[in-house]
């Protein structure tokens, strides 16, 4: 070992060969797999500078963003539906209400929902009654989880700027849940989702 | 023994190689070198997967570098909730590998209550190009080693080029009624880069270049 193994001028370089320090002092001289990897950087860069995958892929180029401005070739779609008050007994697991699968070939968004309920009994945010929902196996972000009506069948709660973006082929499922400890009387519940879908 | 190297048929100069000319490769020494537990047998993925990263394993001046998601291990992932989380590598960095297990998890009465990485899913997508790791978000049971897996860390196919700005861009989702803590590993090796004091001075007057030209 060299007893002065921090100031030696030479260091170990991939060939297995002792090289002089360069004037960075830490940095190993590049090897050819260092090419390889440049080379790819210069190309995936190349891409980029064309405007990124998209640019090259087949499909529909639209002038707006197709969830912000539903396009020419879009369709819209509107998932209405009501069940009745699961019980009494209230089994506290969810129930679906609504549910729908997304066409092959389309993108899609939902723009608006509605999750009421009609029956007696039931306070806002008391736990009650809670809706989700699920895109394939994950619920939506902030949807997952709400205990309160959201919108009406008159005036749907518009998800303004912020929509649900579908992919193709995902199963949108809305499910209520009524805890075993709900004290509800009849009335329905309702789930709506309003959106378009537009081709890929 | 007299045959003809392909990449020299590829530049029109056909030549013969000698066994003694023959290139030998000295094996990389690193973690996956040591992990005498593992079998490379020529049909299982981690071995190939494995040879996908010989070029990274072989260049000079990259090093490792390690995220954990989310970088407090006490952040609890809320009942049928997504963790939004970015992570900021260096450009020219590439995403080879990554680990996932679930930590803890308490019911909604806040009793300590078991949990499996199944409860979990994830998905990566690299900001720049906006493509994602995998085509929807994957469950986290299939990206978690249990104690008798070998197979540590979970390798990509290849390694993945994430470009400037360097962001890729992790969502955890929490399929139950269970707040539950997890982690996610991400393995990248990002170039190194050393600056010197002649950068730092151009940088500085470049600065001050601009700053002067902004008045």
Same mark, same amino acid.
């Given at each position: 070992m060299s007893p002065r193994p921090f100031n030696c001028n030479l260091i170990p370089a991939g060939s297995r060969m002792l090289v002089p320090r360069n004037l960075q002092q830490r940095l190993y001289p590049p090897t050819?797999?260092?090419?390889?990897?440049? &080379?790819? !950087?210069?190309?995936?860069?190349?891409? $980029?500078?064309? #405007? #990124?995958?998209?640019?090259?892929?087949?499909?529909?180029?639209?002038? &707006?963003?197709?969830?912000? !401005?539903?396009? $020419?070739?879009?369709?819209?779609?509107?998932?209405?539906?009501? =069940?009745?008050?699961? #019980?009494?007994?209230?089994?506290?697991?969810?129930?679906?209400?609504?549910?729908?699968?997304?066409?092959?070939?389309?993108?899609?968004? =939902?723009?608006?929902?509605?999750?009421?309920?009609? #029956?007696?009994?039931? $306070?806002?945010?008391?736990?009650?009654?809670?809706?989700? =929902?699920?895109?394939?196996?994950?619920?939506?972000?902030?949807?997952?989880?709400?205990?309160?009506?959201?919108?009406?069948? =008159?005036?749907?709660?518009?998800?303004?700027?912020?929509?649900?973006?579908?992919?193709?082929g995902q199963l949108v499922q809305y499910f209520v849940n009524v805890a075993t400890t709900a004290n509800l009387n009849g009335g329905r519940i309702i789930c709506s989702l309003f959106g378009w879908w537009w081709p890929r | 023994m007299i045959g003809i190297i392909p990449s020299d048929v590829r530049a029109n100069r056909p030549s013969v190689a000698r066994p003694q000319n023959t290139v030998v490769i000295p094996q990389i020494v690193d973690g996956f070198s040591y992990n005498t537990q593992l079998l490379y047998l020529p049909n299982r993925y981690f071995p190939n997967a494995l040879a996908q990263l010989d070029i990274l394993r072989r260049a000079a001046n990259m090093r490792a570098r390690w995220f954990v998601i989310p970088d407090d291990i006490d952040t609890p992932l809320q009942p049928y909730d997504t963790l939004y989380y970015q992570i900021e590598m260096a450009g020219g960095s590439y995403l080879w590998g990554y680990n996932f297990n679930t930590i803890s998890a308490t019911d909604p009465d806040g009793d300590p209550v078991a949990t499996t990485a199944s409860d979990i899913l994830l998905q990566m997508v690299d900001s720049c190009t906006g493509v994602p790791l995998f085509q929807d978000f994957v469950n986290g049971f299939g990206n978690s080693i249990t104690g008798n897996s070998r197979a540590i860390p979970i390798l990509l196919t290849q390694p993945r080029l994430i470009l400037d700005p360097g962001l890729v861009n992790i969502e955890l989702s929490n399929r139950t009624a269970n707040t539950i803590f997890c982690q996610l590993l991400v393995m990248s090796s990002e170039p190194c880069k050393v600056i010197t004091e002649e950068d730092r001075v151009r940088d500085w007057t470049l600065g001050l270049a601009g700053i002067g030209g902004m008045r």
């Open positions: 050819e797999f260092n090419r390889c990897l440049e &080379d790819e !950087k210069e190309i995936w860069q190349q891409i $980029q500078r064309c #405007g #990124g995958l998209m640019s090259i892929c087949p499909g529909k180029k639209y002038n &707006d963003p197709p969830w912000v !401005k539903m396009p $020419q070739q879009g369709k819209r779609f509107s998932y209405i539906n009501s =069940i009745a008050l699961p #019980g009494p007994p209230f089994t506290g697991t969810d129930t679906l209400v609504t549910s729908f699968r997304v066409p092959l070939g389309y993108d899609g968004c =939902i723009v608006s929902v509605v999750q009421n309920y009609t #029956g007696q009994g039931f $306070q806002e945010g008391d736990g009650d009654l809670t809706w989700r =929902i699920q895109l394939n196996q994950r619920y939506v972000k902030n949807y997952g989880n709400t205990n309160v009506q959201i919108g009406s069948m =008159i005036t749907p709660y518009n998800i303004n700027s912020g929509q649900i973006i579908l992919l193709s | -």
